[in-house]
Each structure stands twice: as C-alpha cells, then as structure tokens.
C-alpha cells in the first residue's frame, strides 16, 4: 500500500538559509493547527508559526480563531506572523510575540529574520492564502 499526502500537507524541507520548513498550507481547520502546532512543539529549535487564515467557517470564523489564539498560550512558539484579516481575532488573545503582516511582501520581510539554521518555521493557511508564495 502506497500512500502519498498531497503537496503542502505536513511537507518539511530545508531552506537555502538551513531553517528547516513545514509546509502545511494545503488547506486549514482548528483541529488541523492543532495536530500542525503538535508537530511544531517536538522540535527544539526556534520555532517560528506562520497564521494564515482559516477559511470557509462563515459566521464562526471569529470564534474559531480566537480559541487559536487563546490555545496558543499555552504552548511556546517564538514567534507568530500572522497574515489574511480573520487572524487578527486569534491575535486578540494571544500573548506571545506576533506580528499581523498586511500583505504578502510584510510576511516575507518580517520572516527574513528566522531564516536561519537555528529555526524551525511551519507554514500553515487555507489555500486562498496562497502562502507557498511566500517562498517563492
């Protein structure tokens, strides 16, 4: 039995800095930063979250980012750049370091500085966030 994921689901990859690269922007619910975040915590480098937008919750997108935001109190992430509008609502709770970028060339500027080999960065968005052209 051969099993492939899909592109962009959970896909590492060093970068031409050495940061190590955990692309999951295939697609977003809660429950999938969870397991995503999870996976982000076993490692013990910097650790650098990506937020893209959940999208397609219609009247419970707030609702679902802000328990993002409120969860990630609770784990220790260094950073968090968070892009697309419905994030702000998981920034509201969050007490951590983060930065809301307003545009795709503010997410690329602000992760310049974690591209190293001391970080671990997870990528992770619905796919209208478009954030593979982030490296791109």
Known sequence: FNFLWPDRRLSSRRHTSGALII?????????????????????????????????????????????????????????VLAYGQDTQAALSLYEGYAHYCHGMDDLKQKLQVYLNDESVILIKGSRDMRLEGVFE
């Open 23 to 79: 692309d999951d922007c295939y697609n977003a619910s809660y429950v999938s930063y969870v397991a995503a975040i999870k996976g982000l915590m076993m490692h013990k480098k910097r650790r650098v979250l990506v937020l893209g937008a959940m999208s397609g919750l219609g009247q419970s997108s707030q609702h679902y980012h802000e328990l993002l935001g409120w969860g990630l109190n609770y784990v220790y992430i260094d950073a």
